[in-house]
């Protein structure tokens, strides 16, 4: 089953870029460690038989649309597919620039084959969005506990959430991996980056950090779709999870509002209402 | 100097000790993995380890090191030093690939002019080896002139045996740590001989690494470096676990009219590295930093150190999130025609 998709990723692309319709396929290819899949670019037709499908291929590889100007096929899974929907209605890439290659996912497995604790949870396992679909789409439900962990933190008092936030975001070591993984994190300058004005200090203060990682999640309301690409980019085992779903419950809760499901509805960073809840909005 | 055995049901006692001297740091088991962290007995310590998550060169170079502080005065400035550590660093359990990273970064910080700030940390620290018998899949000491029993950069090494440790002193400083103990019987080195040979039939070389520097002479404007950065991210996470890695930049860290200069740690992966004030950038692209990366720990380096920035640890393989193995580069290099 598995190989047979492979098979058809593969043929599609080499039809794509003989026909010339995309100047390059970005999908995965074998890794090199056991349990390991790897993002891959192809420009040539007769390098196809590269392209693979399996288990492994967790990384998000809307990562690597925004800004490009070429035209490109994309090999997108559900949580790819969401964050390709947010890049197009932020006008990172542009519909017509892109042919997603959708294969329906069964959730993806950690190096020590276990289920993504992500995937467990995810309620859009087939792609949203796709000029071609490879393999049968599967059966999607919802999830009662999705919000489980987020409900205990919010249940906690104010200081002892600042203590676990605290706690967690003490082993960050500043790599930028979290926000490099991140396909929605594509700011051309990051704040921390900024010298003029300087927002954030160089240091691995931690009053720093803290401040790094909550603008960065903020940021990432009615934008995050769960893929987990920090915290599998994250090389310290920071449960930035615990944050952005906190974040993504309350775009569904205050906005009613699901991340990259629809090009055409628009996200809550980008619209008001005259009949706003609150106030201060007006 | 003799090696020596000790018991390892003696090594609680032997920590207890070493911790009245020193500030210990070893193998610590936690959230983030194993990190080399500070212990105060001997349960603290995790040796069940391929290798730590850290390098110990955060222990010479930290990721962020005060350097002087400062007061902005009307006339003139104010200027404080930072006041030096006074009890010793004593690492413990350090790997053969970390301890080789160590005795490089001695040369580019201790030889010409020598780096006050890494002197005086280096001047106050001891670093004893824990020999690698079994290796771990991302390892490939061997293929970059290491090995799992090396003893480049430490001042000791301890080789596992059945109940004991093998220990070989290398540096003098240390001969008084060791002195009580027993000497090790001809059949204990022979055993750790053996050890020895076997580790390193697990880690038979990847790719043939000989040569490497001179065909880099010539691979400045190959096409090869169009093929490698593509997936990179440009985060910094091969560069901050890399153990030879040792790239900073200097910031003055102010508030109001007082201040204090720091020195970072740095990547060639992020993309404001060699951005100039004037807004120009010369290595504008993820293709240039990937090639600085390869040029400078396999060429340049080895040109003025006469040793390799990469000492085959792994980490940056084991824990690159788009699986950009550095091993897959040289091996591509040292094909390309």
Same mark, same amino acid.
């Given at each position: 089953?598995?190989?047979?998709?492979?098979?058809?990723?593969?043929?599609?692309?080499?039809?794509?870029?003989?026909?010339?319709?995309?100047?390059?396929?970005?999908?995965?290819?074998?890794?090199?460690?056991?349990?390991?899949?790897?993002? &891959?670019?192809?420009?040539?037709?007769?390098?196809?038989?590269?392209?693979?499908?399996?288990?492994?291929?967790?990384?998000?590889?809307?990562?690597?649309?925004?800004?490009?100007?070429?035209?490109?096929?994309?090999? $997108?899974?559900?949580?790819?597919?969401?964050?390709?929907?947010?890049? =197009?209605? %932020?006008?990172?890439?542009?519909?017509?620039?892109?042919?997603? =290659?959708?294969?329906?996912?069964?959730?993806?497995?950690?190096?020590?084959?276990?289920?993504?604790?992500?995937?467990?949870?995810?309620?859009?396992?087939?792609?949203?969005?796709?000029?071609?679909?490879?393999?049968?789409?599967?059966?999607?439900?919802?999830?009662?506990?999705?919000?489980?962990?987020?409900?205990?933190? %919010?249940?906690?008092?104010?200081?002892?959430?600042?203590?676990?936030? %605290?706690?967690?975001?003490?082993?960050?070591?500043? &790599?930028?991996?979290?926000?490099?993984?991140?396909?929605? &994190?594509?700011?051309?300058?990051? @704040?921390?980056?900024?010298?003029?004005?300087?927002?954030?200090?160089?240091?691995?203060?931690?009053?720093?950090?803290?401040?790094?990682?909550?603008?960065?999640?903020?940021?990432?309301?009615?934008?995050?779709?769960?893929?987990? $690409?920090?915290?599998?980019?994250?090389?310290?085992?920071?449960? @930035?999870?615990? @944050?952005?779903?906190?974040?993504?419950?309350?775009?569904?809760?205050?906005?009613?509002?699901?991340?990259?499901?629809?090009?055409?509805?628009?996200?809550?960073?980008?619209?008001?209402?005259?009949?706003?809840?609150?106030?201060?909005?007006? | 100097?003799?090696?020596?055995?000790?018991?390892?049901?003696?090594?609680?006692?032997?920590?207890?000790? /070493?911790?009245?001297?020193?500030?210990?740091?070893?193998?610590?088991? #936690?959230?983030?993995?194993? /990190?080399?962290?500070?212990?105060?007995?001997?349960?603290?310590?995790?040796?069940?380890?391929?290798?730590?998550?850290?390098?110990?060169?955060?222990?010479? /170079?930290?990721?962020?090191? !005060?350097?002087?502080?400062?007061?902005?005065?009307?006339?003139?400035?104010?200027?404080?030093?930072?006041?030096?550590?006074?009890?010793?660093?004593?690492?413990?359990?350090?790997?053969?690939?970390?301890?080789?990273?160590? !005795?490089?970064?001695? #040369?580019?910080?201790?030889?010409?002019?020598?780096?006050?700030?890494?002197?005086?940390?280096?001047?106050?620290?001891?670093?004893?080896?824990? !020999?690698?018998?079994?290796?771990?899949?991302?390892?490939?000491?061997?293929?970059?002139?290491?090995?799992?029993?090396?003893?480049?950069?430490?001042? !000791?090494?301890?080789?596992?045996? #059945?109940?004991?440790?093998?220990?070989?002193p290398i540096a003098k400083q240390c001969g008084k740590l060791f002195a009580h103990l027993d000497t090790a019987s001809q059949e204990d080195i022979n055993y750790a001989e053996k050890l020895k040979k076997n580790a390193g039939k697990m880690l038979k070389p990847v790719f043939e690494i000989e040569g490497i520097k001179e065909k880099l002479d010539g691979m400045f404007e190959s096409p090869i470096w169009e093929t490698i950065y593509q997936k990179c991210t440009k985060c910094g996470i091969c560069t901050y676990l890399c153990p030879a890695c040792h790239c900073f930049d200097v910031q003055d860290e102010t508030v109001g009219e007082k201040g204090c200069r720091v020195r970072n740690w740095d990547s060639c992966m992020f993309p404001k590295f060699t951005l100039h004030a004037s807004g120009h950038n010369p290595r504008p692209t993820q293709r240039e930093r990937w090639r600085q990366r390869i040029m400078h720990k396999f060429n340049y380096l080895k040109e003025?150190?006469?040793?390799?920035?990469?000492?085959?640890?792994?980490?940056?393989?084991?824990?690159?999130?788009?699986?950009?193995?550095?091993?897959?580069?040289?091996?591509?290099?040292?094909?390309?025609?």
């Amino acid at each position: 089953m598995k190989d047979m998709r492979a098979k058809k990723i593969q043929d599609i692309a080499r039809k794509l870029l003989k026909e010339k319709k995309v100047d390059i396929v970005i999908g995965f290819e074998k890794g090199t460690l056991p349990s390991s899949a790897t993002p &891959c670019f192809i420009r040539n037709p007769d390098q196809t038989d590269r392209l693979i499908w399996n288990s492994f291929c967790g990384n998000n590889l809307a990562n690597y649309l925004p800004k490009r100007k070429d035209k490109i096929g994309i090999v $997108a899974k559900g949580c790819d597919s969401r964050s390709i929907v947010v890049l =197009i209605q %932020e006008k990172q890439i542009k519909r017509e620039q892109l042919y997603i =290659i959708g294969v329906p996912c069964e959730g993806m497995i950690n190096k020590n084959n276990a289920p993504h604790d992500y995937c467990l949870i995810c309620e859009h396992k087939n792609p949203v969005i796709y000029d071609v679909l490879v393999g049968e789409k599967v059966k999607e439900s919802k999830k009662k506990d999705k919000y489980k962990e987020v409900e205990k933190f %919010e249940k906690k008092s104010a200081s002892d959430k600042w203590k676990y936030l %605290e706690s967690e975001l003490s082993k960050c070591i500043r &790599c930028n991996a979290c926000r490099n993984a991140c396909p929605t &994190c594509y700011c051309k300058e990051c @704040f921390i980056d900024q010298e003029k004005p300087r927002w954030v200090g160089t240091t691995n203060n931690l009053s720093d950090i803290i401040f790094f990682h909550l603008g960065r999640i903020f940021h990432q309301a009615g934008r995050c779709t769960d893929c987990g $690409a920090c915290v599998r980019a994250c090389p310290m085992n920071i449960d @930035f999870r615990q @944050f952005t779903q906190k974040i993504t419950k309350d775009a569904k809760t205050l906005f009613d509002y699901e991340t990259g499901l629809d090009i055409d509805i628009k996200p809550p960073f980008t619209t008001f209402k005259e009949d706003d809840k609150q106030d201060f909005i007006k | 100097m003799k090696e020596k055995i000790l018991a390892k049901k003696d090594l609680s006692e032997f920590i207890n000790k /070493l911790v009245k001297e020193y500030d210990v740091f070893a193998p610590v088991k #936690k959230d983030e993995g194993i /990190l080399f962290s500070k212990i105060d007995k001997v349960d603290d310590m995790c040796l069940s380890y391929s290798n730590t998550k850290n390098s110990v060169k955060e222990f010479l /170079l930290p990721q962020s090191e !005060a350097l002087f502080r400062f007061v902005k005065k009307e006339n003139s400035n104010e200027i404080t030093d930072i006041k030096k550590k006074k009890r010793r660093n004593l690492l413990f359990g350090v790997r053969p690939c970390d301890g080789k990273a160590i !005795a490089m970064l001695d #040369k580019v910080f201790l030889e010409n002019i020598p780096d006050s700030y890494y002197k005086n940390k280096r001047e106050n620290i001891l670093v004893i080896g824990m !020999a690698c018998n079994e290796p771990d899949q991302t390892c490939f000491c061997t293929s970059v002139d290491g090995g799992p029993f090396s003893t480049e950069g430490l001042d !000791a090494l301890f080789v596992e045996l #059945k109940e004991k440790y093998l220990i070989i002193p290398i540096a003098k400083q240390c001969g008084k740590l060791f002195a009580h103990l027993d000497t090790a019987s001809q059949e204990d080195i022979n055993y750790a001989e053996k050890l020895k040979k076997n580790a390193g039939k697990m880690l038979k070389p990847v790719f043939e690494i000989e040569g490497i520097k001179e065909k880099l002479d010539g691979m400045f404007e190959s096409p090869i470096w169009e093929t490698i950065y593509q997936k990179c991210t440009k985060c910094g996470i091969c560069t901050y676990l890399c153990p030879a890695c040792h790239c900073f930049d200097v910031q003055d860290e102010t508030v109001g009219e007082k201040g204090c200069r720091v020195r970072n740690w740095d990547s060639c992966m992020f993309p404001k590295f060699t951005l100039h004030a004037s807004g120009h950038n010369p290595r504008p692209t993820q293709r240039e930093r990937w090639r600085q990366r390869i040029m400078h720990k396999f060429n340049y380096l080895k040109e003025n150190t006469g040793l390799y920035g990469c000492v085959g640890c792994g980490r940056c393989v084991e824990h690159c999130p788009v699986n950009l193995d550095i091993r897959k580069v040289l091996k591509d290099i040292l094909e390309s025609k």
